[in-house]
């Protein structure tokens, strides 16, 4: 089945404890994001890489990292965590970045810091 | 930069009743506009989709025309289900330079009672 996943779903940390969500797509795409979503405003993105070895900042990439090693997997990374980053984050991938290719989203990894 | 405004939830409305969320943008060029949902505790989903000025984007009994003269995307559906319970995102993706990135709206969430 072609899919998006991400791990964990839920996690609970505390402020300064480095956490690595984990993001991989089956469909062979090149292209891959990181959003998060807060109510009220929607999705905003992070990350987005490319390809391999290309990423590049979001709209909001304060406090975060990413790498792209690999085609399939694309990490999310705190390094160290703050309470502003409790949020829900969707992992996405497309065959391009191109608006002709739909963007399948992961189901989702919540996360609270402490 | 682009921009995305839609009606603020919670639509309460009876099942079989006609929906609309209305949508309006903020964007140069000739943005590509989308309508995602996100049942609940899922990821977000693709609706429907245009690409150009005119075009009308179905799916699933919704039905979205992206008007570029009064700047909107207003989703619709005639006659809705218990099922059709969701949060509704309106997003576009820019003309030139997006980086394969969809700017959202804040979401709508509709709630269809039996």
């Known amino acids: 089945e072609a899919q998006v996943t991400q791990n964990p779903r839920y996690l609970i940390t505390v402020t300064g404890k480095k956490l690595t969500v984990t993001c991989s797509q089956n469909?062979?795409?090149?292209?891959m994001s990181w959003y998060r979503q807060d109510p009220g405003l929607g999705l905003r993105q992070i990350y987005y890489?490319?390809?391999?070895?290309?990423?590049d900042k979001g709209d909001v990439p304060e406090g975060y990292k990413v790498s792209r090693k690999e085609k399939r997997n694309f990490p999310l990374i705190l390094e160290s965590p703050s309470p502003n980053q409790t949020s829900l984050y969707f992992c996405?991938?497309?065959?391009?970045?191109?608006?002709?290719?739909?963007?399948?989203f992961g189901p989702g990894t919540r996360l609270t810091v402490l | 930069g682009n921009s995305v405004t839609q009606m603020e939830g919670p639509v309460t409305l009876s099942e079989e009743a006609f929906l609309t969320i209305n949508c309006t943008y903020t964007a140069t060029g000739y943005p590509s506009l989308f309508w995602y949902v996100q049942y609940p505790g899922e990821g977000l989903q693709l609706l429907l989709k245009a690409t150009k000025a005119d075009d009308k984007g179905s799916n699933k009994g919704f039905e979205a025309t992206y008007r570029k003269e009064t700047t909107s995307f207003h989703l619709e559906k005639g006659s809705v289900q218990v099922s059709d319970s969701a949060v509704y995102f309106c997003?576009?993706?820019?003309?030139?330079?997006?980086?394969?990135?969809?700017?959202f709206g804040a979401g709508t969430q509709v709630v269809v009672t039996p």
């Open positions: 469909m062979n795409h090149e292209y």
């Open positions: 890489s490319m390809n391999v070895e290309v990423t």
């Open positions: 997003a576009l993706m820019g003309w030139a330079d997006s980086w394969g990135k969809l700017q």
């Open positions: 996405a991938s497309s065959l391009s970045s191109s608006s002709r290719n739909e963007q399948f």
